[in-house]
């Protein structure tokens, strides 16, 4: 099983980052996907869920309207578009697969 995660960066507060997550060495189509994050001295937050088909998001609170999970199961890939980003986003961002695995992770800096 391997996630491999690109797209993370270096952004300015109100702009934009994409990630993605190629899934490897399972059946993507018959799991949920989610990202996670977590900010040095924070506990992991969960800031997106996917269902298997797609046809369902849940966000929490501090993300919600700004961030859009998406999937692609012909490519084995999750994405996370973000947007307005805000300090308070700087994190590494994980996609995870519950009971599958997580990837490595993906720095995401939000500064001017």
């Known amino acids: 099983v391997q996630f491999l995660e690109s797209g993370g960066g270096l952004v300015q507060p109100g702009g934009s980052l994409g990630l993605s997550c190629v899934a490897l060495g399972f059946t993507f189509s018959d799991y949920a996907m989610n990202w996670y994050r977590q900010a040095p001295g924070k506990e992991r937050e969960l800031v997106a869920t996917?269902?298997?088909?797609?046809?369902?998001?849940v966000y929490p609170a501090s993300v919600h309207g700004r961030f859009s999970i998406s999937r692609d199961n012909v490519k084995n890939t999750a994405y996370l578009q973000m947007r307005n980003l805000k300090p308070e986003d700087t994190a590494v961002y994980y996609c995870?697969?519950?009971?599958?695995?997580r990837g490595q992770g993906t720095q995401v800096t939000v500064s001017s």
């Open positions: 996917i269902t298997r088909a797609g046809d369902n998001t």
């Open positions: 995870d697969v519950p009971q599958i695995g």
